[in-house]
């Protein structure tokens, strides 16, 4: 059985994984950006982009919250198992539900796109920005610290054109 400290590892290293592939995803479509028309195509990969990542992070926690849910219905695990394994769904629920709100609010803030990664100790803010005005990384960062007691060493904001 995975201890809670390896099951943090293994969601973390998903996590980390979710995030290499969506800016490898933005590597790739820039360089196609070059060899085509860049403005409608920097467009589409923007939107490729975000929509990738939010399909990469629900597949990934989807088969999270399965493997867990196996473990709640295997009549060989323990107590003690299926109580972290609930615990685990638990904490993605709510990590799911914690980026859903911060992303509406900062979209409510004008930004036409924003990704959030949320995890026990980092936040990651992808939005929709050729580059951020010191404004405006300000309101991003008001947002998810009025949504969760993060100091701000630990919220990193990328712009994403």
């Not at 990969?45 to 629900?58: H, I, L, P």
């Not at 493997?67 to 299926?82: D, F, G, H, L, R």
């Not at 004008?110 to 580059?131: D, K, M, R, W």
């Amino acid at each position: 059985m995975l201890t809670k400290r390896k099951k943090i590892i293994v969601l973390t290293s998903m996590l980390v994984l979710l995030v290499i592939t969506g800016v490898l995803n933005v590597l790739l479509n820039n360089s196609v950006a070059t060899t085509t028309t860049t403005a409608s195509l920097t467009e589409y990969s923007s939107a490729s982009f975000f929509a990738t990542c939010r399909t990469d992070r629900t597949n990934t926690r989807n088969e999270s919250i399965e493997y867990y849910n196996q473990i709640v219905a295997s009549s060989s695990s323990s107590a003690e198992a299926k109580s972290n394994a609930e615990s685990q769904i638990n904490e993605i629920i709510s990590a799911m539900s914690m980026e859903t709100t911060m992303e509406g609010l900062i979209k409510a803030k004008g930004f036409s796109e924003a990704l959030v990664n949320y995890s026990s100790t980092y936040i990651n803010v992808i939005v929709q920005s050729a580059e951020l005005t010191e404004t405006e990384v300000a309101k991003i960062v008001e947002i998810i610290q009025s949504q969760v007691d993060r100091d701000i060493d630990y919220i990193k904001i990328i712009p994403v054109e």
